[in-house]
């Protein structure tokens, strides 16, 4: 499967973006989805998951209340909405499939990664 990130770009502090993730190669109906981010100088980590059929979603603390991920089987598309963001979340972006939770190591499948940056 394939796996192809965009929607990033620059934004103020406290402004949104939607990343999507669209999926190709086969279907991913059945299989949890996860969003992982590595911000410049730093190690790529966990931002949230969402299991295959919508219903679950887990996010890491920092993230909470402002992100949410959601999905569409039928466009086999993964969504990530970003609202009140930070300086902080300044990082390349990164989709992933075939895994499991916060275990960036478990992932078989990623996309490319798509760049957002916050400013103050």
């Known amino acids: 499967v394939q796996l192809q990130a965009f929607g990033g770009g620059l934004v103020q502090a406290g402004g949104s973006l939607r990343l999507s993730c669209a999926a190709s190669?086969?279907?991913?109906?059945?299989?949890?989805m996860a969003w992982f981010r590595r911000a410049p100088g730093k190690e790529r980590e966990y931002v949230g998951s969402i299991s295959w059929n919508g219903r679950n979603t887990v996010y890491v603390d920092s993230v909470k209340g402002r992100f949410t991920i959601s999905r569409d089987n039928t466009k086999n598309t993964v969504y990530l909405q970003m609202n009140s963001l930070k300086p902080d979340d300044t990082a390349v972006y990164y989709c992933?499939?075939?895994?499991?939770?916060?275990?960036?190591?478990?992932?078989?499948?990623w996309g490319q990664g798509t760049e957002v940056t916050v400013s103050s």
């Open positions: 992933a499939t075939g895994g499991l939770g916060s275990d960036l190591y478990s992932y078989d499948y």
């Open positions: 190669g086969r279907s991913f109906y059945g299989y949890p």
